[in-house]
């Protein structure tokens, strides 16, 4: 449905010269899918949406929405549908005459007009707003306009730049549910901008991770949480440990590799070679946590040097060699903290366990 | 705390001394002249005045010309302003833009009159030399109008700039991503969004070609009378003070009524369209590629005509005699510097006085407004206004009614003129102290109160380094406008005090065109280096977002 290929774009910085905020982007997304760029801030993540939207153009590449190049189109020509972070509503318009915009510039009348804002404004639960003033209206009443003013329209891709970062973390859990609800509803096509990873996993259907103005990985979110192809995309989405090591035997489906004092099994046929120094990461839950006992293979001893008790769960930072990590596991009731200082021992399920290079 | 701090309950006292004597006071007296006859109270007998049709047709005219200046001015600085901020120009052509409408706000308001006379008077450059025509007269509303609207449209320029700069450009962006063509966008949002700006502007021009009075001296000649002028001649030609006041009184009826919409109307309707990060500004421009050049064109036709008026005038001061005799010749100068050394003095002194003092009074009543609390603050803030947000005309007669008798007898020294500058040309200094100061967190302040330090100290030391670009932006104000103002003052000067532009317009009353030309051409030059000086102070401190001396002169 929106495909780009190639994109690029130069910009000017005022010390560093010219340098690409987007580079060699290509993308595509499927009719009613929703697909969200998620990285931190100047990856180019905005840049990219905004060069679909057609408020910036390319310096290379092309975009196609549906079957049509529209890399030379203005964004009135588009037909696209846009929220921003700022919601950019018209302050001098009422409720009513924001969402009507569109349909007003399209010249559908005004019974149908007043039909479908009316319609819309249901959707989003807005019924008894259209007289006011968009001063009047809380963040969320005003996101909530912003987006029925992006799809009253029925555009046929939907693209959202931060739609939720001017909100407090309570509505924000709130409109990312209902964001997705009225995707999925409409079955509109949707690219959706985030530097929030959490957001990101709860409303995509996939996920592009950029960095320095290029995609670094791509994926459903349980891919790029199992197995994230670089350091950057495993420390982006979720808390992760990196431990050193050294890859000591190659084998199909696999590898053997010492970390901390102990030789652990590493399921995949990606990254270092047999002799080569290696990283493993290692998700905080993944690790097995248990008081020091009879070792089994695989398994690493360590010292707990400091708790965190957070209720639902409990953080460990446990020192192994010379690294430290971070585990996490469920709290188990009453009296069953470890304590500091306790010697334990820590399991790193091969399955949960990924390989990747040294250095990047 | 209140009651506390003797030094406040001090300064306060002080100020509201100073503000009685120089604001209150005068315009008592005259309204007291006004509504008196021969010491019984009279209202028949000015209205009477008010009634003669020569008078009410020169209230018609003030509010034609000033309807005129008001809807031209704008349309002109609404065409800078959308150039400046959208059409995508360089900081070189934005320069051009800039030092084009500088000239005007820094020069003697009749400047432009003065380049009309060269232009298109008897022996005029343009009519007489180069079409030759003859008979023609350069008098009556056509040029006045004219001349008042390149005179006053910088200040529509630089009240819209930053209305149209203010408009979130998402917004913009947002009207495009819905369909809407580029001139779609323009009338749904870009214009609506300026409009409280564009009848900002209008209401301030509409004031300023009202108070005018220099020009339509010059240029208005006897078939188009106005207000101010007759007032000025009721005076100074009939020597019947009280009839000027009058007329002088009514110019206060439209002038209020401007105020009040102003205040009442188009301050409540400015859109706050940012809420939240301001958007990545867009790089597909809202101007059509083929309007870029037009848009740019008119502007630069435009800071042409205005060239070629300050360039005519510099020409006119070095040749003998402009339309006649057109020798290189420092004659002109000459005189200036002898016969006119008093008046280039006497300027200077007064000016030289009321620069240090205004800048004072402004931070001073700003920081006080802004920042204390205490019994009449409103009231000082809306007294410390008046004489600024009245006609020239007004307070320089009222001026001359209060002073010019025991027990406050001030008229014919130079403390009267001072008082006039710096209690009708500060206010721009209070405004920009107090919006310096609403962007600095008063607990900055509170910190230092909190560590022991008086409140005197306080303001020493952590107030006033933080308020000195407001000082300075206030500083140059007083010195422009003490160097070029001339409608209250004129009733102010004196055998003993005498003011460059007072002598402008008696050299342009003689006819003597050279040295008229070539007080300008100082004027204009002592300005301009004066506050290309306090920019580069100003540049020195100011903090992000602090006040330019640009953009407090428009108000």
């Given at each position: 449905m929106v495909r780009v290929e190639g994109l690029s774009k130069r910009f000017r910085h005022r010390v560093k010269g010219d340098l690409w905020a987007v580079r060699e982007v290509s993308l595509a997304v499927a009719p009613g899918e929703f697909l969200t760029l998620l990285g931190p801030s100047g990856c180019g993540k905005t840049t990219t949406l905004r060069m679909i939207a057609g408020f910036e153009s390319p310096d290379a590449g092309r975009v196609w929405i549906g079957d049509r190049d529209v890399t030379a189109l203005m964004a009135n020509q588009r037909d696209i549908g846009f929220v921003f972070q700022s919601y950019a509503l018209f302050p001098h318009l009422t409720v009513f005459d924001n969402v009507a915009y569109g349909l007003r510039i399209r010249g559908v009348d005004r019974a149908e007009t007043a039909r479908r804002v009316g319609e819309v404004l249901a959707l989003v639960g807005l019924s008894r707003y259209e007289a006011q003033q968009p001063h009047q209206l809380s963040g969320g009443e005003q996101q909530r306009v912003a987006l029925a003013r992006a799809i009253v329209i029925r555009p046929r891709v939907l693209l959202f730049d931060e739609?939720?970062?001017?909100?407090d973390a309570k509505l924000r859990v709130q409109m990312r549910e209902e964001i997705r609800r009225l995707q999925k509803e409409l079955s509109i096509t949707a690219v959706y901008v985030t530097h929030d990873q959490e957001e990101a996993m709860a409303v995509s259907d996939r996920i592009a991770v950029m960095s320095q103005g290029v995609v670094v990985q791509e994926g459903r979110a349980e891919d790029l949480y199992h197995?994230?192809?670089?350091a950057f995309v495993a420390q982006f989405i979720g808390r992760v440990n990196f431990l050193r090591g050294r890859v000591v035997e190659r084998g199909a489906g696999g590898a053997l590799v010492e970390v901390a004092g102990a030789r652990l099994r590493v399921a995949g046929d990606v990254g270092p070679r047999a002799g080569e120094a290696a990283r493993v990461a290692i998700r905080p839950e993944a690790v097995g946590i248990a008081p020091d006992g009879p070792g089994a293979a695989g398994e690493v001893s360590g010292r707990v040097v400091a708790r965190t008790f957070l209720g639902e769960k409990v953080d460990y930072q446990v020192r192994a060699g010379d690294e430290v990590l971070l585990v996490t596991c469920p709290d188990q009731g009453p009296g069953a903290l470890l304590g500091e200082g306790q010697a334990v021992r820590l399991r790193l399920p091969p399955d949960r366990v990924a390989l990747l290079p040294a250095t990047e | 705390m209140r009651g506390r701090d003797p030094a406040l309950r001090v300064t306060v006292l002080l100020l509201w001394g100073l503000l009685a004597l120089f604001v209150l006071y005068p315009l008592l007296s005259l309204l007291g002249r006004v509504a008196t006859d021969g010491g019984r109270l009279s209202l028949g007998s000015a209205f009477a005045i008010l009634a003669d049709p020569h008078q009410l047709r020169a209230f018609g005219n003030s509010l034609l010309l000033a309807t005129l200046v008001g809807l031209a001015g704008t349309a002109l600085g609404f065409l800078f302003a959308l150039t400046a901020s959208r059409?995508?120009?360089?900081r070189g052509w934005l320069g051009v833009l800039d030092a084009v409408t500088l000239l005007p706000l820094i020069s003697p308001p009749f400047t432009t009159a003065i380049a009309m006379i060269f232009s298109f008077g008897p022996r005029g450059l343009i009519t007489y030399q180069l079409l030759g025509i003859k008979g023609v007269s350069v008098y009556g509303l056509t040029t006045t109008f004219f001349s008042e609207t390149v005179t006053y449209f910088p200040i529509a320029y630089l009240t819209l700039r930053p209305v149209l700069a203010a408009i979130d450009a998402n917004v913009e962006d947002m009207a495009l991503s819905l369909g809407a063509t580029r001139a779609q966008v323009f009338r749904t949002v870009t214009v609506p969004l300026a409009i409280p700006g564009l009848a900002n502007a209008f209401l301030l021009l509409f004031a300023a070609s009202l108070a005018d009075f220099a020009t339509p001296l010059i240029l208005a000649g006897n078939a188009f009378p106005v207000l101010p002028t007759q007032a000025y001649l009721q005076i100074t030609?009939?020597?019947?003070l009280r009839g000027g006041a009058v007329l002088s009184f009514a110019l206060l009826v439209p002038a209020f009524g401007v105020y009040l919409l102003q205040r009442y109307w188009v301050s409540r309707r400015y859109?706050?369209?940012?809420?939240?990060?301001?958007?990545?500004?867009?790089?597909?421009?809202?101007?059509a590629p083929w309007l870029r050049p037009v848009l740019v064109g008119a502007c630069l036709a435009v800071a042409a005509v205005i060239a070629y008026f300050y360039a005519l005038l510099l020409y006119a001061s070095a040749v003998v005699a402009l339309g006649a005799n057109h020798a290189w010749t420092w004659r002109h100068y000459h005189v200036i510097f002898t016969e006119g050394a008093r008046a280039i003095r006497d300027t200077l002194i007064i000016a030289g006085l009321s620069m240090p003092l205004g800048g004072a009074y402004g931070v001073l009543v700003g920081y006080l407004v802004a920042r204390k609390r205490f019994p009449g603050r409103a009231a000082m803030e809306v007294v410390s206004m008046l004489n600024y947000a009245l006609p020239g005309t007004i307070v320089g007669i009222a001026y001359l009614i209060a002073f010019n008798d025991p027990p406050i007898a001030l008229t014919g020294g130079a403390l009267i003129i001072v008082a006039c500058y710096v209690f009708r040309y500060s206010p721009t200094g209070i405004r920009a102290t107090v919006a310096q100061l609403q962007q600095i967190d008063p607990s900055l302040e509170e910190a230092s109160l909190g560590l022991g330090a008086s409140s005197a100290t306080t303001f020493y030391r952590v107030t006033l380094p933080l308020v000195v670009p407001a000082f300075f932006a206030g500083l140059g104000v007083v010195f422009i406008r003490s160097m070029t103002a001339i409608s209250a003052t004129i009733f102010l000067v004196s055998i003993n005090w005498t003011l460059i532009t007072v002598r402008i317009l008696e050299n342009m009353t003689e006819l003597s065109l050279g040295p008229a030309a070539a007080f300008s051409v100082l004027v204009v030059a002592i300005v301009y280096v004066v506050i290309a000086l306090i920019g580069r102070v100003l540049r020195t401190f100011s903090a992000p977002g602090s006040a330019s001396l640009g953009s407090v002169l428009g108000g």
């Open positions: 739609p939720l970062s001017n909100l197995r994230p192809a670089s | 059409a995508g120009l360089g030609g009939l020597f019947d859109y706050v369209t940012v809420s939240g990060k301001a958007g990545a500004r867009t790089s597909v421009k809202t101007v």
